[in-house]
Structures are given as structure tokens and as C-alpha cells.
């Protein structure tokens, strides 16, 4: 049977390999894709603990963190849609200002 420590450390490897992907990445599809794991990380916490303790505020929480998880990346997308259309690049080294 699965216990809820393996839950966790495979919670803390996509956390570490999301932090490492956003942390060395230029690209920021990339980057924004590495936040998204972080995010599946956490949630995949949150489920955990709510099946451990037989409570549902965990999964709920997760649902509500997957929707702002949602809006944060269309943001996110629209921004680099833009930076790309003024910059014609999506490098993240590239932009040490938003003001052009």
C-alpha cells in the first residue's frame, strides 16, 4: 500500500524539480511551465493531508489554488504574448525592465 510519505517526497521532488526549473530556465514558457509543477506539488500536499485526516477542506483547497493556478498562467501567457510582440523574444535574461 501507498502511505502518505510517499505522497510527500514525490510532492517534494516536483516542488524541487519545478524550483530548479524556474531558477535556470531563460525561456519563459518554460519558467511559467515550471511554476505550474510547483503548483501541481502543492496541491498533490493538499490532497494528502486531506485523505490522511478524512477531511475535505484539503481537496477543496487544491480545487480553489488549481483556479487561480489557471488565471495566473493565461495571465502569465498574455504577458509573454506581449513582451514577444515588442521584443521579439521570449528570453528571460532580455528583460531587465519592462519600461521600452
Excluded: C, P
Excluded at 502511505?3 to 518554460?30: D, K, W
Excluded at 481537496?59 to 509573454?80: C, H, K, P, R, T
Aim: aromatic share 12%; glycine share 4%.
Amino acid at each position: 500500500m501507498i502511505s502518505e510519505s510517499h505522497y510527500l517526497v514525490l510532492a517534494f521532488l516536483l516542488f524541487a524539480i519545478g524550483l530548479f526549473g524556474a531558477l535556470t530556465r531563460r525561456n519563459l514558457i518554460l519558467i511559467l511551465l515550471s511554476i505550474e509543477i510547483m503548483f501541481n506539488a502543492i496541491h498533490l500536499i493538499f490532497v494528502t493531508f486531506s485523505r490522511t485526516w478524512n477531511n475535505l477542506d484539503g481537496q477543496v483547497a487544491a480545487l480553489f489554488s488549481m483556479a487561480v493556478a489557471a488565471a495566473e498562467v493565461a495571465v502569465g501567457l498574455a504577458i509573454a504574448i506581449l513582451l514577444f510582440r515588442s521584443r521579439k523574444t521570449i528570453d528571460a535574461s532580455q528583460f531587465n525592465s519592462l519600461k521600452d
